[in-house]
């Protein structure tokens, strides 16, 4: 036995869908062997960090003192209130409940805390913790509490719960991240799996999933901020008044966040806005640098914690248009110690940073058991960083302070200061009366010199001092919507919004900010009329559309008009009411998207009024919304030459057909004239009224459909797209040409698309042809397609399996074919063995004895190779990067790996490579669904909305399904595969691991800061292309014409593409051909830019078709929009690999994302 196993462990295999379960299938035991614990002295923690030139770290507080900090606050009197759990995650079976409150003060200022208070205890999992009103909120579990000390021994001798309902679901991600707003709301968040119901005096406030909550305690009101995001745990307010959010669990880096906005995994967001940093690596806290303590060039900045690669991080915010970019920095603190886990970050009263440590080798919630001992529960750290040879910050002495020194307060430049001072402001406004602040406040406002530069942010800080009092100004609020700086119009403006229920004219107010000249202050007059319920307000925000807009604009637009539909579209309905012209009206229209909306969408297309421009959205909004007569109409424009609706016919055509399929629906009137289509000279005409007709069930041209699939002269995408429709047709007769078209004689990519169109009819008969298909290796393809169609039918794998008795098939179908069974998450056993037995394939996953297991560990570390392992995930026949993204770049079927070794020990990557099913990350769990045309899907739920459940299935697709065609749902196991091995060896597999364990950590695998291109796509040398190309290459590539193959290719970790990677094309004689590649950038702001190479060496470049003259440094001056970058590569004389990095050239405006994903 133990030879066998053995010699099954030298080969080891792995296929891509093995990655999957890195990020999406988690055994219990990950982290059973760790044995990397590291001493836990915080000197010695302290020595491992590596520190942002020019700071010095200290340790401010640690165990005993306090114990697994989870949020901390500073209060006006300088002390830090932190709550603490040594119960998380699960309290045990009669433990007592004694979680803490804490309070630590540094007494003599030296820079470290010398007392502590346990303020409160006996709490259950306290994730909360902001001082205020003569006590502080905690978030405790399903309750928002506030403790007082009502007799000055330090110490909470009262408790309210001030609001009930929240959500309990999971421990960590119930309501956290407490936090004091500018206006004197708390805010606080929640995340993905909790569902809170919580009742309040305005009614029941419901949030299901994750969100940010807005709350006036005095009033008892509570509001929805913001929906989405994973796991926000970070969240706060810049100078100016704009919000920023951070996702313990998402991967798009700093997020802006606009009022009443969706974001990432909200439950039915038809739209959501997506973050700043795509393929960032998950955050937690948030905090926005400030004061004279710190260097200049930091100000402004923002930190974060990636608590999972032991870091604290720094972004660089600037403007983008009505929104922000955000570009990483060198880190102010790294290090390789693993028990380093940062998760709060603040500034402090003395302007220092504070950062609270975690402090634990083990980081997983519930992928490690609750009851591993090996969890730490009592260590924790407060750490403290400063800046050499720059003065601290005197510590202001608020409390208690005169009314005149408080005002004084919010001049200064720490945004500590001046949120405590409005924080006590308001507070004295709630003991002795509103008046008792807003009469001093009034004269102190007039005082000001507007000969400061600070002036309007003086005047900003009072406003909000009125709005956190309540306290209406609207003389104060007119004169800084006409601020000359726009930050603090777009403030005002969000203001207006606030009070518009007790302004006079708030219309009026909001009528001018929704035609300013920057677009924030457009996007704040937007968001403000969606809090005016009336249709004038309406019509004013669409305004906005006769300037430039960007995502973020659209956006609040959108979400604008669908809040406030209720109040325009029964008078648009009833021609009562002008939106301002047909751009506005389709754009309304559009954002409703619901059967409401045809007849004035109807009534504007028979008047001829909605620009030509606007037509194809027009077109698309009827397909997807119209009925009988309605579609007629726009068939009517397919079927006529010059359609007016400016859209290509054929994608009219696939438009229409696509949009009415799930509704089951069809144009009115004759459709047999969907016949002089398949004859039209456009072949792209012809293939989209080919799928039409089975769409619409025209059963009189099946004749022409099976005259099209067997012209042998018909192309072979016109083939396809004919027995597409043939299958939709479905019947006897369809099953018949179908069954034809199987022939051996006949082309193999005919008779790949005959089998999977049978396997729609009838799965049987599918089966028996698939297993000829599949056994033939005269022209070998990807056979995923024929599995899938057999796994999605009812009865399809049972056929496969009995057809595939005494068959045999090339390993590497049979191994495919193993990858759909499994990942199908229906315990397809018979198929499984079939498979096997036909590929003659090893069965089962490998199994380690702890001494294996301990022994491969020893050495992955002692003789792994993270470079060799590399080239081992990046080899096309493991496709590794089909299921995963390194830093945005990769598929989405499983979480990104950047920081995957950061993370997880190395144990854990080898146990989860051999099984993935021991348990399964949240939100990588599959569902199985079953429909009522006996189809069988699986995949993980992505969304519920617009009538879909729409999921995304192991091939990284997604799927959409009606849900009025649901027979059927129950949980399917994970989407990787199990029992997967292939030809890897016992080194190859060291190597792989030692890679992996390495993604992340500080050294030459942690993704670094440069905007790097990572996601190529490779231009393939075809027999199809061969003639396009038989030109220039690069220039039919660069100008994109039509019949190229492209497939993607990705960057290694360092940013650098292999040229061994990169495709030859245009073969001859004496030429060994020339690699072309592209990439993609999207500008949201456009100026200059500074494209930088590793090496221009026999490299040509185009822009969007354009020759442009290439040096290792370019400018490129880009509009708005998305661009594609050609470059093709002389293989013969380039000796480097292709690095391509985007940098802002100084003195520009110009913003841009390099495009990520598959």
Not at 107 to 127: E, M, N
Not at 170 to 183: C, P, V
Request: glycine fraction near 8%; hydrophobic fraction near 40%.
């Amino acid at each position: 036995m133990r030879s066998e196993r053995a010699s099954r462990l030298l080969h080891l295999g792995l296929l891509a869908a093995v990655l999957v379960l890195l990020g999406s299938a988690t055994p219990l035991y990950a982290q059973r062997d760790l044995k990397d614990i590291p001493d836990s002295d915080p000197e010695i923690e302290r020595q491992s960090f590596l520190v942002a030139d020019g700071f010095t770290v200290n340790l401010f507080a640690a165990d005993p003192l306090l114990a697994k900090p989870i949020q901390m606050n500073f209060d006006p009197d300088g002390r830090l209130w932190v709550v603490s759990s040594e119960v998380y995650p699960q309290i045990l079976p009669g433990q007592v409940a004694n979680d803490k409150v804490l309070i630590l003060e540094d007494q003599d200022g030296d820079g470290r805390s010398d007392k502590t208070t346990v303020f409160a205890d006996g709490l259950l999992i306290p994730t909360g913790i902001e001082p205020g009103d003569g006590g502080a909120y905690v978030g405790n579990s399903t309750e928002l509490l506030h403790l007082k000390d009502t007799d000055g021994d330090g110490k909470a001798d009262t408790r309210r719960v001030l609001l009930s309902g929240f959500g309990t679901e999971d421990t960590h991600h119930i309501i956290h991240t407490l936090r004091w707003g500018y206006d004197g709301n708390l805010y606080f968040n929640q995340s993905t799996y909790i569902h809170s119901h919580v009742e309040t005096p305005w009614g029941v406030r419901r949030l299901g999933g994750g969100g940010i909550w807005q709350f006036r305690p005095e009033a008892v009101r509570l509001e929805v901020f913001t929906r989405g995001l994973i796991n926000p745990w970070g969240h706060h307010f810049d100078r100016w008044g704009q919000s920023f959010a951070t996702d313990g669990a998402g991967n798009e880096g700093i997020n802006y966040m606009v009022p009443g906005a969706s974001y990432a995994w909200t439950p039915g967001a038809p739209r959501i806005l997506t973050g700043l940093n795509p393929g960032s690596p998950k955050y937690c806290g948030l905090e926005v640098l400030s004061g004279r303590h710190l260097p200049e060039d930091w100000r402004g900045d923002l930190l974060t914690n990636d608590f999972r690669a032991n870091r604290v991080c720094r972004f660089q915010i600037s403007e983008d248009g009505s929104g922000f970019a955000a570009r990483e920095r060198p880190e102010l603190i790294k290090t390789r110690h693993v028990a380093f886990r940062p998760i709060d970050v603040k500034m402090g009263p003395d302007g220092a940073i504070y950062i609270a440590d975690w402090y634990n080798p083990i980081i997983q919630h519930g992928e490690v058991d609750f009851r591993d001992p090996r969890r730490d529960h009592t260590r924790g750290r407060i750490w403290r960083v400063t800046a050499q040879g720059r003065p601290l910050v005197a510590r202001p002495k608020l409390r208690g302070a005169p009314m005149e020194q408080l005002l004084d307060a919010l001049k200064t430049p720490e945004d500590w200061t001046r949120q405590m001072a409005r924080r006590l402001l308001k507070e004295h406004a709630l003991r002795q009366g509103r008046a008792s602040v807003a009469r001093p406040l009034a004269a102190w406002v007039q005082h000001l010199d507007p000969k400061d530069p600070e002036y309007d942010h003086h005047r900003l800080e009072t406003l909000w001092v009125h709005q956190a009092i309540a306290v209406v100004e609207p003389k104060l609020l007119t004169a800084l919507l006409t601020s000359g700086d726009p930050r603090i119009r777009a403030a005002a403006t969000r203001v207006v919004g606030a009070w518009s229920a007790r302004l006079d004219d708030p219309l009026a107010l909001l009528a001018e900010r929704v035609r300013d000249d920057h677009p924030r202050v457009r996007l704040e007059a937007v968001r403000a009329l969606a809090q005016i319920a009336r249709p004038e307000a309406a019509v004013l925000a669409l305004q906005a559309l006769d300037q430039p807009t960007d995502r973020f604009l659209d956006y609040a637009l959108w979400l604008t008009a669908r809040e406030l539909a209720p109040t325009w579209l029964p008078r648009v309905q009833a021609g009562t009411l002008d939106l301002g012209g047909a751009k506005h009206l389709l754009f309304a229209l559009e954002a409703v998207g619901t059967r409401e909306i045809l007849k004035p969408l109807m009534d504007a297309l028979r008047a001829g009024t909605i620009p030509a421009d606007r037509l194809p959205t027009a077109a698309r909004l009827v397909a997807a919304t119209g009925g009988p007569e309605e579609l007629a109409q726009v068939l009517e424009w397919t079927l006529a030459e010059g359609s007016p609706s400016r859209l290509p016919r054929a994608d009219l055509l696939d438009a229409l057909a696509q949009a009415t399929a799930p509704r089951k629906v069809r144009p009115a009137g004759d459709l047999t004239r969907l016949g002089r289509l398949l004859a039209a000279g456009d072949e792209a005409l012809r293939a989209a009224s080919a799928r039409a007709i089975g769409v619409w069930g025209v059963t009189a041209l099946r004749p022409r459909l099976a005259e099209v699939a067997r012209d042998p002269k018909s192309s072979e995408p016109l083939r396809r797209a004919a027995i597409e429709g043939l299958a939709s047709l479905g019947g006897e007769a369809s099953r018949h040409v179908l069954d034809d078209l199987c022939r051996s004689d006949l082309p193999m990519a005919t008779r790949r698309a005959a089998v999977v169109a049978l396997a729609e009819i009838d799965p049987q008969a599918a089966a028996e042809r698939a297993v000829a298909v599949l056994a033939d290796d005269r022209e070998p393809a990807d056979p995923t397609e024929i599995f899938a169609s057999l796994m999605r039918r009812k009865g399809g794998p049972e056929a496969l399996a009995k057809a595939l008795e005494g068959q045999t098939l090339p390993a590497d179908v049979a191994k495919i074919g193993l990858r759909a069974a499994r990942s199908a998450g229906r315990g397809e056993g018979s198929l499984i063995n079939a498979l096997q037995r036909a590929g003659r394939l090893a069965s089962g996953p490998v199994t380690l004895s702890p001494g294996e297991l301990e022994k491969l560990v020893e050495d992955v570390k002692r003789l792994g190779d993270p470079a060799r392992g590399e080239a081992i995930f990046r080899r096309a026949d493991l496709n590794c990067l089909k299921c995963h993204a390194i830093a945005g770049a990769g598929g989405q079927v499983g979480p990104g790996l950047e920081s995957i070794g950061a993370s997880a020990p190395i144990d854990y990557l080898i146990t989860s490579l051999l099984d993935p099913n021991k348990a399964i990350k949240e939100g990588y769990h599959s569902l199985v669904v079953a429909t009522d045309d006996g189809r069988v899907l699986s995949g993980i739920k992505l969304r519920e909305a617009d009538g879909q459940l729409v999921l995304r299935d192991a091939e990284d697709q997604e799927i959409r399904i009606p849900l009025s065609s649901i027979e059927a749902q129950k949980p399917g196991g994970s989407l990787m595969p199990s029992g997967l091995t292939d030809s890897l060896t016992r080194a190859e597999l060291i190597d792989l691991v030692r890679f992996l364990s390495e993604l992340g950590k500080v050294g030459p695998y942690a993704v670094g800061k440069a905007r790097v291109v990572r996601r190529w796509q490779a231009l393939e040398w075809t027999p199809e292309t061969r003639e396009l190309l038989r030109l220039d290459a690069a220039l039919a590539a660069a100008r994109d014409t039509p019949g190229l193959h492209w497939s993607p290719r990705y960057s290694r970790v360092s940013g650098d593409l292999p040229l061994a990677e990169i495709p030859r094309v245009g073969k001859t004689a004496v030429s060994h051909g020339q690699g072309i590649v592209r990439c993609q950038v999207d500008v949201t702001t456009s100026g200059r830019f500074r494209l930088v190479l590793n090496s221009a060496e026999a490299l040509r470049l185009w822009v969007d078709g354009t020759p442009v003259d290439l040096q290792e440094t370019t400018t490129l001056d880009l509009p708005t929009g998305l661009h594609t970058l050609t470059f093709a590569l002389d293989l013969d004389r380039r000796h480097a690999d292709l690095r391509c990095e985007l940098e802002e050239d100084p003195g520009s405006a110009g913003k841009a994302q390099i495009v990520g994903g598959k």
